[in-house]
């Protein structure tokens, strides 16, 4: 089965520029996460899905960043302008809804961005 | 609010170890506990996971029991390997909620 997947695995661009990363969730999962990790903060989450429904979205940095979902397989994150505080790991993961059983989340392998 | 905490890293064992990484958590429900790992370069990966009071989960040797009373999920593996070497984090989600929640993860160093 495929997993989640990311693209690209890794983006190199100059401050200002718009980036946007890519993200296919595993089909049939109806939630989607987006989380950064980078070594002083860890891993944390900016947003999430349900149903393609933004619905939480309270860990995006400031307004630079957004993101969407316009159907089941398929979403992005969008950073514009870009700064190189923003340069992290960026991952997306998906779930199914299934309260009370433990649905786990799966990872995709991120995408690695630079910013410079 | 929900949270995790487990030991800091890095840990370094020589191959053939016992290996112990404590996580303890809180939550005012119900929470589902998981360990997940994560290699060099690449995205987390569940590990193993347990669901309710005295499940024990298990994978690849790892062990890890949801104790409510200690309110600890530890992972365990009585002989690590070189290729364990990884990233651990320990990770909850509170039934009422749709977000997991990770500690801050854990380096483990093997060394051959």
């Known amino acids: 089965d495929a997993g989640v997947i990311q693209s690209p695995r890794h983006e190199v661009t100059e401050m200002g520029q718009e980036v946007t990363l890519r993200c296919k969730p595993i089909?049939?999962?109806?939630?989607l996460f987006w989380y950064r990790q980078t070594m002083m903060r860890g891993l944390e989450l900016l947003i999430y899905?349900?149903?393609?429904?933004?619905?939480?979205d309270s860990g995006m940095p400031e307004d630079r960043f957004s993101a969407k979902m316009p159907n089941a397989s398929f979403s992005t994150l969008k950073i514009q302008p870009s700064e190189p505080r923003d340069s992290a790991v960026y991952f997306c993961?998906?779930?199914?809804?299934?309260?009370?059983?433990?649905?786990?989340?799966?990872f995709g392998d991120g995408t690695r961005l630079s910013i410079l | 609010g929900d949270s995790v905490t487990q030991m800091e890293g890095p840990v370094t064992l020589s191959e053939e170890a016992f290996l112990t990484i404590n996580c303890t958590y809180t939550?005012?429900?119900?929470?589902?506990l998981f360990w997940y790992v994560q290699y060099p370069g690449e995205g987390l990966q569940l590990l193993l996971k347990?669901?309710?009071?005295?499940d024990k989960g298990s994978n690849k040797g790892f062990e890890a029991t949801y104790r409510k009373e200690t309110t600890s999920f530890h992972l365990e593996k009585g002989s690590v390997q070189v290729s364990d070497s990884a990233v651990y984090f320990c990770?909850?989600?509170?039934?009422?909620?749709?977000?997991?929640?990770f500690g801050k993860g854990t380096r483990l160093h093997i060394l051959p």
């Open positions: 089909s049939g999962h109806d939630y």
């Open positions: 990770a909850l989600i509170d039934n009422r909620d749709d977000k997991i929640i």
């Open positions: 347990a669901t309710k009071a005295d």
């Open positions: 939550a005012t429900g119900y929470p589902s």
């Open positions: 993961a998906s779930s199914l809804r299934d309260r009370g059983a433990g649905q786990p989340q799966h």
């Open positions: 899905f349900n149903n393609n429904v933004p619905i939480d």
